[in-house]
């Protein structure tokens, strides 16, 4: 919650005579009048400091009392843990759609036709925000928060209580001394804040995560989650605007109903008014469509409302929206809008990217938030920077990209961007190659994180079955694997705890996990990920450096000198072993017992002693993988083929062999069983 308005006043010191229920209705009642005035008055009288004191008091006051803990209390908005699906609500009153309008002329056509239904040569009306979030159903009782749902179909929605309590500007409790109804639901808006959008997409954005189209998504998304924890670290914000059912007489007319609800304590729209002509509706909605682009939440237009109860009772409903309102909606913003701000993302393979993150602006029938950049050359040639505003261009399913900067008279614009050279994410180095900046820090960078350990533990690489993509995500997830020698710290309690693990996948995912601790040098190089350095590029330097310790010691120009090593391999191998975090990790995995096989070089004699000769391989070997045994004949000079014919010099054949076999004995082929290939390979299964 920030406090960023608030001035230093007087707050009120604990009374040592007061018992701790005494005290503790004292804070809530303080907190909750507190929170009254910062959201729904907009009128905050206390520092963030005090705030924060108050709340800290009744926090160890509920920690040391548990007993005492009340459901309204404004500490209980951290959320529960996950429910398994998300249950239906039946609501008190259909949450119907409103019909809408753009043309000035149908405007004025719904004037006439309330006049005339109404009999009537003259009504009053008022205007509020339409707001670009989630419909909502809060029920109260007795002036306590009790339930809540999303609109679903109209007349039955998805139960979100537990989230909705999280979101800070809702009250649990509403204002008792004035007297709310004993029984209310009320229907309101949850949306986000641009700010708070922007900040949320820069987060996602940085760990290389998909980041939300708009707003609207982001806080339906939030909303709607089974684990409510994640709601709650989500900056969702409510506004109020309708009295769906209460006991009692309702307000006679809708200004009536607003002031009523904000006595209570509910927040509602303050850009409001009352309006004695469709003259005067229209000139809202001018004044409004004006304001759009500094107001800090999304709107894409205004609600006109009959004033009065009556006459919206003997106008009454169509099947799908009241008869006596609409939405007078804002034409579409079109390519033209502002860069909110230039950030840098992360891809999966540490690529650093530009993109400006964008004020939504519909772009093909399409509301977006975020351009790419492409690269510091393409900012630099667009000369794009915080604040511009520009014109953007969308092609298909591709992601938005910025066509130029669209120059303001008078506009002050920032320094010109510059791309960072160290990770955003994990902080280590950034290195360039080409037009393109990438994090050197593959084996402990989060962004890439959950690529690294995909590849690290592919069949190719470590083959570690059963670590499959949605296992990765919810290590990484959990926050069980921070780099790739976590690993090999996990227990049999952390994997039985993942969606879809019980003790017998547990225990044959660690025993996968085990088993890849002896491997051989390309292999491991290949899984480490590094740029370039592909299944043949680690065979290659395997050959010629022999151990892991000669090639992290070998610098550029010693790397450069190997054959079919470039400039640019040999410049990402010498980036990613400088980095020392690299080199930490690559530590941690030898001491966890990740060992990695020492292999004969190209100055060893026997070394290319299969030169010339073509193998193919059916059927599995048990001790290793194909994969394994093709790259130990590749190693020693062989070359390896998918078919069988006269120029083949031997068929190794394992468990159950395939038609190759067959065809090897009409040919005359030698066939070679495992104990035949190990011996013939001098024992060089490592």
Request: aromatic share 6%.
């Amino acid at each position: 919650m920030q406090h960023d308005l608030f001035d230093n006043n007087t707050v009120s010191t604990p009374t040592p005579a007061l018992s701790v229920q005494e005290r503790l209705v004292h804070l809530r009642d303080q907190i909750r009048r507190h929170n009254y005035l910062y959201y729904v008055k907009d009128g905050p009288e206390i520092s963030d400091g005090e705030y924060d004191r108050l709340f800290r008091e009744l926090v160890e006051l509920e920690h040391a009392h548990p007993n005492l803990v009340t459901a309204d209390s404004p500490t209980q908005r951290v959320g529960a843990p996950p429910l398994d699906e998300l249950g239906k609500v039946p609501h008190e009153r259909p949450m119907l759609s409103l019909d809408s309008l753009v043309d000035p002329h149908d405007v004025l056509g719904f004037d006439q036709r309330m006049k005339r239904e109404l009999e009537r040569d003259h009504v009053e009306y008022t205007v509020e925000p339409k707001f670009d979030g989630l419909s909502v159903e809060l029920v109260y009782e007795h002036g306590v928060f009790v339930r809540g749902s999303t609109r679903g179909d109209g007349t039955t929605g998805e139960d979100v209580t537990v989230n909705l309590r999280t979101i800070k500007s809702l009250p649990l409790q509403l204002q008792l001394d004035r007297h709310p109804p004993r029984h209310m639901a009320v229907r309101g808006e949850v949306y986000m804040r641009l700010d708070d959008f922007h900040a949320l997409n820069r987060r996602i954005m940085e760990r290389g995560d998909e980041t939300f189209a708009n707003p609207r998504n982001a806080a339906a998304g939030s909303l709607r989650q089974l684990d409510s924890r994640v709601t709650a670290n989500r900056p969702l914000v409510v506004t109020c605007y309708e009295i769906m059912a209460m006991d009692g007489t309702p307000p006679p007319s809708h200004w009536e109903e607003l002031e009523s609800l904000v006595l209570w304590g509910l927040p509602i729209p303050h850009l409001r008014t009352r309006c004695n002509s469709i003259d005067d509706v229209m000139a809202f909605h001018r004044d409004t469509a004006l304001q759009r682009d500094t107001l800090p939440y999304e709107i894409d237009g205004i609600v006109v409302k009959l004033d009065r109860r009556s006459w919206q009772d003997q106008l009454g409903m169509k099947s799908r929206s009241p008869r006596w309102a609409i939405a007078y909606k804002f034409a579409p913003r079109k390519e033209i809008t502002k860069v909110h701000k230039i950030m840098v993302s992360v891809g999966r393979t540490g690529t650093l990217t530009p993109l400006a993150l964008l004020n939504p602006v519909e772009v093909g029938g399409v509301t977006i938030s975020r351009a790419t950049l492409h690269n510091a050359d393409e900012v630099a040639r667009k000369d794009i920077r915080d604040g511009d505003t520009v014109k953007v261009e969308r092609a298909g399913d591709v992601i938005p990209a910025i066509v130029e900067r669209v120059p303001v008279p008078g506009e002050t614009r920032p320094a010109p961007f510059t791309m960072p050279n160290r990770c955003p994410v994990c902080g280590s180095a950034a290195a360039k190659e080409g037009a393109y900046f990438y994090c050197t820090g593959q084996a402990v960078c989060p962004a890439q994180m959950k690529g690294a350990i995909e590849h690290f533990a592919s069949k190719s690489a470590l083959n570690i079955d059963g670590l499959g993509k949605k296992t990765v995500a919810q290590l990484v997830d959990h926050g069980l694997i921070r780099d790739l020698a976590d690993l090999y710290r996990l227990s049999r309690e952390q994997i039985i705890d993942l969606d879809g693990f019980a003790e017998r996948s547990a225990t044959l995912l660690l025993d996968a996990i085990s088993r890849s601790k002896h491997v051989s040098l390309e292999r491991f190089l290949f899984g480490l990920g590094i740029r370039q350095v592909g299944q043949h590029i680690a065979m290659v330097l395997a050959k010629e450096f022999g151990s892991l310790d000669a090639i992290m010691s070998a610098d550029h120009e010693r790397l450069q000198a190997v054959r079919e090593i470039g400039p640019e391999i040999s410049a990402n191998l010498a980036s990613y072993f400088q980095e020392q975090s690299n080199r930490r990790v690559i530590d941690h995995l030898r001491e966890l017992g990740v060992s990695v096989a020492v292999t004969s070089t190209v100055s060893d004699g026997g070394s290319q002693r299969l030169t010339g000769k073509i193998f193919v391989f059916t059927g599995g070997l048990e001790s290793m993988s194909r994969d394994e045994a093709a790259s130990l004949v590749k190693r020693l000079g062989a070359t390896v083929s998918s078919s069988v014919n006269k120029r083949t010099s031997y068929v190794v054949a394992g468990t159950d062999p395939g038609l190759k076999l067959d065809q090897a004995r009409k040919l005359g082929i030698p066939v070679l069983n495992k104990d035949e290939f190990v011996a013939l390979v001098g024992g060089h299964t490592n």
